[in-house]
């Protein structure tokens, strides 16, 4: 199946520890897209690449940390300088007028 | 600075009928492109429609179409003839360019679609 996996899907991390997420897709796309989503809020982008060993800043970019060594994957760790890491985090793929989602990672900090 | 304005928080319809979700946006790119996705409570986001600012036509995809006004800078969501399963938070998303070449994907609050029975 064509699509993007994003493990896990839940969670749990201690104060002061660094957490990584995992973001997989097979859809060959180029972009792809990492986004923290607070409860009742709408989408803010973390870090975006649009090639291989690239990648650019979003908008809520502190306390985060991207890598994008295959174009396959692109994990997003969540460092202990992130004041308040608990979200929903979503990653995403695109190609042109396709961009798709994957299921999502729910993080709490406990 | 936010760069797409999505004005209604929440909106109701009834079953059978079309509403339409507003999205106005920003931008001095000449090239970009708008979509809507819809966030059931599930969390999962699903792509609905696109279209691109060169695009002459309104994207339709069967219920659903973008009333893409440039002038305006806005790009409506029209669904017409209302399911229950479209209750949901629904999103606007613009793509414009961003550090290096790359194109960022910005989204707007989101709309919470309710439809009655």
């Known amino acids: 199946d064509g699509g993007i996996t994003q493990s896990p899907k839940y969670l749990f991390r201690k104060e002061g520890q660094n957490v990584t997420l995992s973001c997989e897709q097979n859809l060959n796309h180029d972009a792809m897209y990492w986004y923290r989503q607070d409860p009742g809020q709408g989408l803010r982008l973390i870090y975006y690449s649009q090639i291989v060993n690239d990648f650019q800043k979003g908008d809520i970019a502190e306390g985060y940390s991207v890598s994008r060594e295959k174009k396959e994957s692109f994990p997003l760790t969540v460092t202990s300088a992130q004041k308040n890491p608990t979200a929903f985090y979503l990653c995403a793929t695109r190609l042109n007028t396709e961009a798709f989602f994957g299921q999502g990672t729910r993080l709490t900090v406990v | 600075a936010q760069k797409i304005t999505q004005t209604q928080p929440g909106m109701f319809v009834q079953e059978k009928e079309a509403v339409t979700l507003d999205c106005t946006y920003d931008?001095?790119?000449?090239?970009?492109?708008l979509f809507w996705y819809k966030q059931p409570s599930s969390g999962e986001m699903i792509f609905l429609i696109y279209?691109?600012?060169?695009?002459?036509q309104n994207a339709t995809e069967g219920r659903y179409s973008l009333n893409f006004q440039k002038a305006r800078k806005s790009a409506n969501l029209v669904i017409s003839a209302s399911q229950l399963g479209d209750s949901a938070m629904y999103f606007c998303a613009m793509s414009r360019l961003g550090q290096g070449g790359s194109e960022k994907l910005v989204f707007g609050k989101g709309t919470k679609l309710t439809v009655n029975p």
């Open positions: 931008t001095s790119d000449q090239s970009y492109g």
């Open positions: 279209q691109g600012s060169y695009d002459e």
